[in-house]
């Protein structure tokens, strides 16, 4: 079965570039690009939504199926 | 699927005022996600809060808010309860908020057993107001009133909700972000005055002079101190020092419930006549 990406939207407005959402991906996904975060290797995702879980900032939204 | 927190949120009101990496924002989430999971009608719920960083969580969602003066939460929730038993009063604030200037409308919520959800958000630190230390300030920290160490033992605002006679009493922290609308569930669930302590982190007044360099050291620093209630009791004194434990820790179904009984003050009032 083929996997599934899902689409991980990242608001800039709102993020603070905090580092949590990098330092806690279990699969290294985002990196911080400036100021902010943002997606590095999409392939890598879980689906985890550790991400979406742990941002202060209300500004990750990961969209699975 | 991404979970729609927008529902609860007043429309344009974000981004949040708190600062980069503040897990206020972690807990704002686990409550959206309490009530979301209970299904709380916004008309029905009130959120109340006193001044601080923490006090500001109110202003952002989209519900019956109610934003009152220092320390004064838990008076005008349980104004807001007397009036109308059945609202779904949530208080949320900060330890120095709640223990310090509102230390007494804290013990006396919690003497009465009145049903609402107090939320601490517990970042050892006066955060808004300057870096001043607190009284959850743990002995021997700096803050900018005490720039050589904090001489003052903290408070532990759990053996203090349980010992005032509060009803059910639980601790989380912002590091285990999915623990915390659990408990909140739980809490707001109860008959009864509920406490749920959430320790935090202020990287910008407490993490900078204390030498945490970053805002993932503070996170796991709550995760190393953390210990499920459950796992402790398998470990010894020694082992338990210095760790602060988390989960449900307190749970009374027995005690009379305050808005009940006075609403039984009232008949006995009127049968008087």
């Not at chain 1, 990406?5 to 990242?10: D, G, R, S, V």
Request: hydrophobic share 40%; proline share 5%; charged share 25%.
């Amino acid at each position: 079965m083929e996997k599934t990406l899902p689409k991980i939207e990242i608001i800039e407005k709102y993020c603070k570039g905090c580092h949590i959402c990098v330092e806690f991906c279990p699969k290294d996904v985002l990196e911080m690009k400036g100021f902010y975060a943002s997606v590095k290797n999409l392939e890598a995702c879980i689906k985890c939504m550790q991400c979406e879980l742990r941002c202060p900032d209300f500004a990750i939204k990961v969209i699975t199926e | 699927m991404a979970f729609d927190y927008d529902k609860w949120i007043r429309p344009g009101k974000l981004p949040h005022i708190w600062c980069p990496g503040c897990g206020h924002g972690i807990v704002m989430k686990g409550l959206i996600r309490a009530m979301e999971t209970l299904k709380l009608k916004k008309e029905e719920t009130a959120v109340v809060s006193g001044i601080g960083c923490a006090s500001r969580l109110p202003g952002y969602i989209d519900c019956c808010t109610l934003h009152t003066a220092h320390g004064r939460a838990a008076a005008f929730a349980t104004g807001v309860k007397m009036a109308k038993p059945e609202m779904n009063v949530i208080l949320v604030g900060g330890d120095g908020d709640g223990t310090a200037i509102g230390g007494n409308h804290f013990i006396h919520a919690c003497r009465r057993n009145i049903d609402m959800t107090y939320i601490i958000m517990n970042n050892y630190i006066y955060g808004m107001t300057g870096g001043q230390f607190s009284p959850c300030t743990p002995t021997g920290h700096k803050a900018s009133t005490t720039p050589y160490g904090n001489p003052d033992p903290g408070f532990d605002i759990a053996k203090l909700a349980i010992g005032a006679g509060a009803t059910f009493v639980a601790r989380g922290t912002a590091f285990h972000a999915n623990q915390i609308d659990k408990l909140i569930v739980e809490a707001i669930q109860h008959k009864g005055f509920s406490v749920v302590e959430i320790l935090d982190d202020c990287p910008t007044t407490y993490g900078r002079r204390n030498k945490y360099k970053s805002v993932i050291e503070m996170m796991n620093r709550l995760k190393e101190v953390a210990v499920p209630v459950k796992a402790a009791e398998k470990m010894t004194a020694e082992q338990l020092q210095g760790k602060v434990l988390t989960g449900v820790l307190y749970k009374e179904e027995s005690k009379p419930e305050y808005t009940a009984e006075y609403a039984k003050v009232i008949e006995r009032a009127k049968a008087a006549k």
